[in-house]
């Protein structure tokens, strides 16, 4: 698995976050926004009033949380899979503060305690990572 495969779950949550502030926005809007009832006959045509409009983005907006969310279930899934996988229960700790927790290397580092930098948690990962792919090319080359 690469950092890119590894790194999934957090742009996942960042775009779930992203997608409930524009819901929040558009649920404002429809709060604020005035409903002109009048006894006017209204012309037909496919035109909408700005509440529907709304309301038809809200019901688009929370669909696509729902199902980013669903694909968050299982990207987490397939990552604790991942780490359950590793050997060494130090890398395995890095690996779910960094990837399934989504913590900056510093913070990793104060986790894990003891002498730990950033730096030398993040070269612990990469090392790991480098380790794994070069097993992968070994045992995939038809000899």
Known sequence: MTTKELSQLYYLNREIENCQRKLEELEYQRGCSPVIIDDMPHGK??????VEQLAAEIVDLKAIIHAKQIECIHE????????????????????EYRFADCLPWEQVAACMGGE?????VRKRCNRYLKSTENANLVTECPV
């Open 45 to 50: 045509g496919p035109a909408k009033s700005r």
């Open 76 to 95: 987490r899934n397939r990552l604790e899979r991942y780490i359950a996988d590793i050997p060494d229960s130090i890398t395995r700790q890095i690996f």
């Open 116 to 120: 730990n930098s950033g730096e030398s």
